[in-house]
Nanobody
Framework: VQLQASGGGLVQAGGSLRLSCVASGSRFSINDMGWYRRTPGKNRELVAS???????QYADSVKGRFTISRDNAKNTVYLQMNGLKPEDTAVYYC?????????????????WGQGTQVTVSS
């Protein structure tokens, strides 16, 4: 299962961006989907996640500003980012785990998107 992320860019502090990530493959189902970010010198951190039952989790640093959602019919997860701050500057990666029914062995998968740069200027 492959993930394709899009929507990053350059924005001024206080602005908004929406990231999208679509999963593709032959036959699969997805459990959790999420967004992570990495800045130079830091480990990758979880930004937000959404489970198959729509339960969401957020990093404390983005609560009240970011909203994660998913469209199961389109196998897509979104991250609406409002009130962006310079410290949100990072490469953002989408993530999904689930079951790939095209695999005979080891059908469980975890996939990562290619990363999309978000830069917030002060």
């Amino acid at each position: 299962v492959q993930l394709q992320a899009s929507g990053g860019g350059l924005v001024q502090a206080g602005g908004s961006l929406r990231l999208s990530c679509v999963a593709s493959g032959s036959r699969f189902s997805i459990n959790d989907m999420g967004w992570y970010r990495r800045t130079p010198g830091k480990n990758r951190e979880l930004v937000a996640s959404v489970a198959a039952d729509a339960n969401t989790q957020y990093a404390d640093s983005v609560k009240g500003r970011f909203t994660i959602s998913r469209d199961n019919a389109k196998n897509t997860v979104y991250l609406q980012m409002n009130g962006l701050k310079p410290e949100d500057t990072a490469v953002y990666y989408c993530n999904a785990d689930g079951t790939d029914y095209s695999r005979i062995y080891f059908p469980k998968f975890t996939s990562w998107g290619q990363g999309t740069q978000v830069t917030v200027s002060s």
